[in-house]
């Protein structure tokens, strides 16, 4: 894994000249899907689409990592994956296991901090025990942070978060409890990393599938056609390219509306604005 990113042709070199690395998101998370009709469409069986989506998973660390983007989230396996048959789990299972002795002395070596999300404790034993070094080896690496979703789902991880809570409650006594946001936010698995500002999803389809629920509340949503094992590099690029033309506007006026209010003088005046600014009862959704 090199430090610096050296387009591989023109398109590459084209584009990554487009973006602003002052406006990247901070924190990406990606939805990897479309393994299975890769490998269809090639007349292949499943388990080849999940090798060659191991390897772009690969490919968007290394490019995340040299873009200097801070937290990367991959969603690997769901709560919902263990329907699938027996043999695609355990080969799964054995995927992971395979990356992760093969990759996490380079990711360590590029100072990556290895983090994992999820029910850990619902996975096979050596699974666990492979994440928990992982995680253990590369506890200080400062850093792009890999976030790993395994085993995870988002309901489940605000029902964990509530419980947690409630454990806190029971076990201080605290009649007067009271939560906001924040405290939501500091007792779920993700505590401590920021939101997500960019979701891209792959092959196509318009949905969350329960993968973090109440981080993505102010995400963009990025959704490509393109099958996982084909989203490449200059894929990232296009993705990139376009989150940087969204205005975020997290409820409020965008700043060309904005602009032309002030334009037509009807701007509110300073005694207006902090009359109208933060309280909760008048904030609308995004
Ligand atoms: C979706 O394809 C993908 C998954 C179930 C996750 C598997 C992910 C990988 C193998 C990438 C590995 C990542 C790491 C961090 C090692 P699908 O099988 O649902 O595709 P389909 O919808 O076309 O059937």
Redesign the pocket.
């Known amino acids: 894994m090199s430090d610096l990113l050296k387009p591989a042709n023109r398109a590459e070199a084209t584009l990554l000249g487009e973006l602003d690395p002052a406006r990247f998101p901070k924190h990406i998370a990606m939805i ?7 490998a ?1 469409r090639r007349h292949l069986p ?1 388990v080849a ?2 090798r060659a ?2 390897k ?2 690969r490919e968007m660390i290394r490019t995340c990592a040299q873009l200097k983007i801070s937290c990367l989230t ?4 769901s709560l919902e ?1 263990w329907r699938r048959p027996e043999a695609e789990v355990d080969f ?1 299972m054995r ?2 296991r395979e ?1 992760l002795k093969r990759e996490m002395p380079s990711i360590h070596r590029n100072n990556i901090r290895f983090i994992v999300i999820g029910r850990m404790n619902q996975l096979p034993e050596a699974v666990r025990r492979d994440l928990e070094d992982s995680m253990r080896l590369t506890a200080r690496n400062t850093g792009m942070k890999l976030v ?1 979703a395994l085993n995870y789902g988002g309901r489940a991880e605000l029902a964990d978060a509530f419980n947690s809570l409630l454990d806190h409650v029971r076990a201080n006594g605290l009649s007067a409890f009271h939560a906001d946001e924040q405290t939501i936010s500091d007792h779920l698995y993700t505590a401590g990393l920021p939101d997500p500002d960019l979701l891209i999803r792959t ?1 196509g389809e318009m949905r969350v599938s329960n993968f973090l629920l109440w981080q993505i509340a102010y995400a963009e949503i990025y959704v490509t056609e393109t ?2 094992p084909d989203f490449s590099r200059i894929r990232l690029f296009e993705a990139l390219a376009d989150f940087q033309t969204r205005e975020r506007r997290y409820g409020g006026l965008g700043r060309n509306v904005a602009a032309r209010d002030r334009a037509v003088g009807d701007a509110p005046s300073e005694a207006e604005r902090s009359d109208r600014s933060p309280h909760p009862a008048r904030m609308g959704r995004g």
Do not use: I
């Open positions: 990897m899907d479309g393994n299975g009709r890769w269809e499943r689409g999940h989506g191991v772009a998973a991959l969603y690997a396996f994956n799964l995927l992971l990356y790993v092959s099958l996982w």
